[in-house]
Every structure is written in structure tokens, then in C-alpha cells.
DNA sequence: CTGTTAGCGCCTTCAG
DNA sequence: CTGAAGGCGCTAACAG
């Protein structure tokens, strides 16, 4: 390689390393050399070597066309470049086995560690697996329960409970709940926070009013509308996440002259245009990029599992049209 | 290692190999202390031999968080996991030295190839040098002039030229362009194609009308809310992108009731909530995640350098509210 | 069918 | 101050 500056592999390593002990004279040189043929050192061959790490972190997120996830990895990118370290990404589409799929690979890649939004479902037995052999894992967004991993979530529970209550202090008690999901974390303690809510103020959860099993924005819209054209239609609506408020959202504007004075909706995530809305919204806003921060020093703190719950903060919309 | 197995590394390899001279029995047991151990392959010193490849990419864009850029990696990602590759990503945050650092640690992990949307600015001598030495490049949505290196960007030109004739044929004539940035592939040809058109139907663009130098949406917000205090503001506004265009809505909406009845918009991107817009709005629209495909199989044929040019779609918004 | 040898590129250790 | 040897994990090529 290199060796055509005429020194031998050694003194290359040497004068890259900067610290050896080399003439000032042939460092020169080998630098020269290495600027004119623009070698690189091979970062897996040195990762390869004994106490050495490939400064891999694998990431797997569920939807990175996502906003609030590609913050997310700006988050952890933020920590991890810090450190010298390099994100391998992999978006799952909530695919149990695309995760598997990516999990192994990281593995095999020698990854210091992975930072994971689980995919929906409950069969994590890999995740247990990779975490027993080892490999660093630290969950995001979305823990597991009897999975002792380290993990990053939100206040899911409290915003959740809030924000119903503010809900209902406005005079609401038919409400709708966009969003359950058995098997996704953030779903069912959002759910189960604004389901409290309710049942503290006596009020109960029609079945009918909360929604489940809805992907994209359109089929959120068109099952919204359907709800809307029933006698006695709710009021008030909770979104589970920023996909789900969007479909209720324009459900709700086209409804919007037949709709009760008072309607009122919840976001959970926060929303671009909220300031637009001609409805109050009421925001449960977050952090995600702090998310992503957190994620990745939890990573690289090599104590023992932990579980770090981030704050969330509910906030009216402004009218400003 | 799985020499425990009662084996030698080669059987094991042979074993993993499935193709090799195994019998079914040392197979069998081989196999039962992988999963045992849970063994698997290190990739880093596979990607050492002669011949191997690390089958990864390195991709970097200038704004994760921005869903266009996400739907982008989704594309990317679809492809090359079809062959086997992963994607190192790096989020350039339009800083050109960012860049450097991510394609030199690129080269150095020994990527395939590699994907970029160039951050802002004109040094691009760190891509012409990276590819002199061996590494493909394929340049996603913004090309640099003078740079041989395969691309992939939309019809920029053509779309900013269609969608402006349709200003011009509403009876616009102050139209303001939001986004023009030197150094920004897609911000010069969008503004070339609405320069063009607004020529051709001999309308002076004036330079008080055409907003550069904005960055978040806060803040072109404000310089449109400037502008419409003005006399004579613009009757309609050419966004060069999604950012761009948000800011120059909300501004509108405040405005709304103080602007001319056929007030209207150009968003290059598309907008979710365009349905919503108490404007007509245009709409430049395509498909980011096709041209990650296609940026990822121009990465995998190895064909020379070509340019490709994805459609795009002008479309009027379908007023709902 | 299975094991040994050798070398991918790097760098710690030990000789010059 | 510089070079040679050896081994990280893997597998093609060559024994046996």
C-alpha cells in the first residue's frame, strides 16, 4: 500500500497514530504519501483487533418518514458522532421479523450496541436473545414489559391522563380515542391514561368511541367520518399520534359546520399546524430529539439497565386564524 | 469458538455455508452450538478477504427530520436490503464539513458506495476526490455541476416553470419566490424554471419579492409578514420547498382576510394538509421514495455515470373546507 | 468429508 | 527510531 513512501506498514500505522516515535522527517513523508494515493485506514480490519470496537450503533426505528423520528435519530446521531461513532439504520415498518432480520445483522456486524424502537407485537424473544449474548440494547419510545432492558419513554401514562382531563373540565364525556393497538406501547399506556381519566370523573368509555386497528391517515379519516354520521357522535376526540390526529383532523374540518360549538380534539405528538386549527387542540408536545440524546447516552453509560421516563407537556393550541 | 462444537473453524464455516462438504450429522451439531452460543458470522473480518465486499452504504442527507429525506432512506433501504447491504446514515445539517468527515469515514469502513445529497455550498472537492479514489457516488435530488458522478434529481426546472404559468395564467403578475439559495442545486434550477416562465410572459421579476437566505419556518413567516406590509406585496407566492412553504402559509393565514381574492400558492413538495388551504394551491408534487430506489440502483449497476431526471406532478388542490 | 495453511489490514510486542 | 513476527475471524486452496 502506503508502503510505496517507502517505509514499511508499521511506520505508516506509526505516523497516522501520531503518537509513536517517528521522525518528524518520514512522517512527512508518509503523510504526503497518504494524501496522494488517499488511503484510508480499513476501519474493520482495526475493529478487528483485540479490545477494539467498530464504533457501530445499530438503530432500528419503526417509520422513518416519520418526523418525530427522524428527529429522534438526529438525537442519537448528535451523541453518537461525539464519540466517533456511526449509526447503521434500519426502518422496520413495525415488522417483528424485518427487526430480527436487522438485530442479526447488527450482531454480526459487531455493533457496540443497538438502539431500538421496538416493532409492534410482543414476540421479542430476539431482542432477549441478543441482549443475553451481550450486545448493549437500550429500547426508545417503547419499552417491553419482563424484558430487562435499559429504555427511554415518554410520560405516556400522565399526558395521556391530562389531557383527557382537560378534556373533560371543558365539558366532554363523549369522547373519542383514536389509536389503540394491543402490542404497541406508547397505544395502550396512552390509552390507559385516558382511560383513568375517565373513570375518575365517572365517566365511561364507549366502545364504539374508541378506535383500533387503523393504519394510515386516510383509513383514520374515512372511519372518523363513518363515526360521524352516527346519532349521538363524540365531541371530542384523543389521538394516540401525530398519523392518527392528522386523519381526525381532516375528518373533522370537512365535518366542521355541523359539528358541536364546543368540539375539541387532543393530539399526542405535536403538530405542525396546530395554530391553523379552527377547533381547540390540545397538545401533549415532547421532545423527541432529547429522546434520541437520551437513547444514545444510555447506550454508552455502561451501567446497569435502567428505565428513564421523559416529560411531556400539554399545551393549547393558539387560534390564529 | 463454536469449537466447542467438536469441530474445527473451517467446518464451521463449511457448515454455515450450507454449499460445503458437510455431513448432515457434524451439520446438525454445528448448527445446535450456533444457536446455542448464539453464534453468528463477524462480517468485519469476512469483509477482510479478498473479493469481499462490507455491504454497506453510507448515505447522507441534509435533514432527516424532514419527511421528504425520510421516505428518501425508505427507498434507499428497500433496494439494498433486497441485496443483502445496509445504510450507514449521516445527517449532514447542510454543513459541508460534516460531510467530509462522514464520506472519510466512510471510505475508511470501506463502504460499497455511497449516497449523497450534497450539503449546501460549492466545495465539493472531497466528492470528486472520494470518487477519483475508487468509492461510487451517486448524488441524490441536488447534482453538482462539473462533478461526474451519477445522479438522481427531479425535472426542478420544468416543474418550477409549469406550476409559475399557472400563477401567470390566474392573472398573477407579483409573484414572490421564497428559497432561492446560492449553492443549493434545487433551489437555483426551481428558481430558474419560475424566472423563465415569468420572462417569457414578460413580466419583470422584482427582486424585492424573491426572499433568500431563510432557514426555519419561523423565520420566513416573519419575512412574508414584512413583505405583506408592504404595498403592493405579492398576490401569490412560489415556495422553492415544504419549509419554505409552511412559513409562507401560516403567514397567509394570518393575513388571510387582508389578502385579494384570488391569492394563491406554488408548494414545490407536497403538504399535507393542502386539502385545507383556504388558497388554491399548487402543487409540485413526486415521489421521494422512488428516487431512493433509484439512487440505490444506480448505486448497484456499475454502469458509468449517467443522469437520471424523476417526473414530477403539478397538481391543483382540492379545497375541502 | 474434514483439517491445515495462509493472508486479508491492522497494531501490540519484541528485536534490532 | 524502525522493522519483523504474530494473531484478531474468516475462508479459498490444498492436503489427508
Redesign the interface.
Given at each position: 500500500m502506503a508502503l510505496k513512501a517507502g517505509v514499511s506498514t508499521m511506520t505508516v500505522s506509526r505516523a497516522l497514530h501520531d503518537n509513536g516515535n517517528v521522525t518528524e522527517e518520514t512522517k512527512e513523508r508518509v503523510l504526503a504519501a497518504v494524501r496522494e494515493?488517499?488511503y484510508?485506514?480499513?476501519?474493520?480490519?482495526r475493529?478487528?483487533r483485540p479490545g477494539h470496537s467498530?464504533n457501530?450503533i445499530g438503530v432500528t426505528v419503526t417509520?422513518?418518514?416519520?418526523?418525530y423520528?427522524?428527529?429522534f435519530?438526529?438525537g442519537v446521531?448528535e451523541v453518537l458522532a461525539q464519540h466517533g461513532k456511526?449509526?447503521?439504520?434500519?426502518?422496520t415498518s413495525e415488522s417483528q421479523e424485518r427487526e430480527e432480520q436487522l438485530l442479526?445483522?447488527f450482531?454480526?456486524?459487531?455493533v457496540d450496541g443497538a438502539i431500538v424502537v421496538p416493532a409492534a407485537g410482543t414476540e421479542h424473544t430476539h431482542l432477549r436473545?441478543?441482549a443475553?449474548?451481550g450486545m448493549r440494547v437500550v429500547l426508545a419510545s417503547r419499552s417491553i414489559d419482563g424484558l430487562d432492558v435499559s429504555s427511554v419513554v415518554l410520560a405516556d401514562f400522565q399526558g395521556a391522563y391530562d389531557a383527557t382531563v382537560e378534556l373533560i373540565r371543558s365539558g366532554h364525556e363523549r369522547i373519542g380515542f383514536v389509536g389503540w393497538a394491543e402490542g404497541i406501547y406508547t397505544a395502550v399506556k396512552r390509552y390507559a391514561g385516558f382511560a383513568q381519566a375517565m373513570s375518575d370523573h365517572g365517566i365511561p368509555v364507549e366502545e364504539r368511541y374508541v378506535i383500533d386497528r387503523v393504519q394510515g391517515?386516510e383509513e383514520v379519516e374515512k372511519t372518523i367520518q363513518g363515526l360521524f354520521e352516527q346519532p349521538k357522535s363524540p365531541t371530542a376526540f384523543f389521538s394516540a399520534n401525530n398519523r392518527h390526529h392528522?386523519g381526525v383532523?381532516?375528518a373533522a374540518?370537512?365535518r366542521?359546520h355541523e359539528l358541536p360549538d364546543n368540539f375539541a380534539m387532543v393530539s399526542f405528538d405535536d403538530f405542525?399546524?396546530s395554530?391553523?386549527s379552527p377547533f381547540p387542540v390540545i397538545i401533549v408536545s415532547h421532545d423527541p430529539r432529547e429522546m434520541g440524546r437520551t437513547a444514545a447516552e444510555m447506550l454508552l453509560e455502561s451501567g446497569r439497565e435502567e428505565q428513564r421516563v421523559l416529560p411531556v407537556h400539554i399545551r393549547r393550541s393558539v387560534r390564529?386564524?
Open positions: 494515493l488517499g484510508s485506514r480499513n476501519e474493520n480490519a475493529s478487528l467498530s457501530l417509520d422513518i418518514s416519520n418526523p423520528y427522524g428527529e435519530v438526529i446521531e456511526r449509526v447503521i439504520l434500519g426502518n442479526a445483522d450482531a454480526g456486524r459487531q436473545s441478543m443475553d449474548r391517515v392528522m383532523f381532516r374540518l370537512q366542521r405542525e399546524l395554530s391553523l390564529r386564524v
